[in-house]
């Protein structure tokens, strides 16, 4: 499966951004599509899944109640809904495509090119 992440940019804190992930290819076989983040100098991780076998969502506490991760009908798309941004959540945002949902960068088979987030006054 190919991955296209999109709709990174500048935002003020507590401002929103909605990052698409764009999947295309053998899109039945990895059923879990994940974000990721990784800031300057610092490792990449786990942010939000959605299992579309089951609709199952899992988040980072961090963004708990702050990010919503969603699909379209066809579970081609996956959105990362960010609300409430902070400087903190300035990173590049990956998207990942895996059998099931992790937290671990290695369970992952597929990875779109990254989308830049910045959040700044």
């Known amino acids: 499966v190919q991955l296209q992440a999109s709709g990174g940019g500048l935002v003020q804190p507590g401002g929103s951004l909605r990052l698409s992930c764009a999947a295309s290819g053998q899109t039945r076989e990895m059923t879990a599509i994940a974000w990721f983040r990784q800031a300057p100098g610092k490792e990449r991780i786990f942010i939000s899944c959605i299992s579309d076998s089951d609709g199952r969502a899992f988040y980072e506490d961090s963004v708990k109640g702050r990010f919503t991760i969603s699909q379209n009908n066809a579970k081609t798309t996956t959105y990362l809904q960010m609300n409430s941004l902070k400087p903190e959540d300035t990173a590049v945002y990956f998207c990942?495509?895996?059998?099931?949902?992790?937290?671990?960068?290695?369970?992952?088979?597929?990875w779109g090119q990254g989308t830049l987030v910045t959040v700044s006054s």
């Open positions: 990942a495509a895996a059998y099931y949902c992790s937290n671990l960068t290695r369970i992952y088979r597929s």
